[in-house]
């Protein structure tokens, strides 16, 4: 594994650091652009026995072996199951049993995994190096497990580099926040995203990295996904709203993942004002006429509104209530607008 082409200045960057490496390491940047590939990279950096003069791993000791193989003695990846195959290495027993009852893997990082690190950081390292702990996506904690993070980063044992990655910084507790020196993993910028997925075999790959607000990892899972069917039901209400087909098009996304929508949402509001204000659409050209149609009519106070209130949702989308009626009160704030 490497990094992508658009990491590389960061990385030299990163590079520049490591001699004076701090305890903790709080990565954050936009979703989809490869902050968990660029952290797993560095850890297996710090634990190889012979990095190349740019700070990569060599990819052939015995260290890079383990790590390849996830079973290097020195690390520890904590993430939520549901981003797992399996349970969560490094979890006991009891953790694992809990998982595989559950009806669905759960979305947080549980205060057991965080608890499971106790005895990894108690134990001496194999070869006298680090130990490095990779922990992502950090808003995934939760209270008590965040809680029992920030023990620990209070009170680092010596010789351990933590790795985080978030793509909220603001959905982070502010004492983790201060324990950790904040590193920029910013966009690529749209050309080289472009050349990226034209390289990979994408076939309109601008459109795709549009619709993605520019991040290519977003863009190539959708563009493989091959469906905008669920994008452009929500679309084609928000072209042309009305509260029958609010109500109906909540019915018929309801098990779309709620952050999706309220992205789709967002950029499209994000459209609508900026062609307002200066003529020019990014997210949605395939929808050019419809979102004039809209800038035409929906005053900027009340579109600036419900820009407001997305965003809002943005930050509880992971967790609510009900599903459905999350995206009920969606689109009928949206309608309402527009009315």
Known sequence: MAIYPWQESSWQQLMQMRARLPHALLFHGPEGIGKAEFIEQFAQSLLCERPAADGHACGSCASCGWFVQQSHPDYRRVRPEALEDEPAEGEDGEGEKKAKSSKTPSKDIRIEQVRALTDFMNISTHRQGLRVVVLYPAEALNTASANALLKTLEEPPPGTVFLLSTHSLDR??????SRCRKFALPMPDHAAALSWLQQQGVNEA??????????????LA????????????????LARPSVETALKTAERLAKVPLSALVSWQQRWLYDVLAFQLTGAIRYYPRYRSEVEQVAARVPSAQLLQVIKNANARKAVAEHPLSPKLFIEEMLLDYTACCS
């Open 206 to 219: 601008e459109g795709w990295l549009r619709e993605q607000g520019g991040a290519p990892l977003l863009a």
């Open 222 to 237: 959708a563009a493989e996904s091959g469906s905008r069917e669920d994008m452009d039901t929500l679309l084609k209400l």
């Open 172 to 177: 982070l507790l502010p004492t983790i926040l």
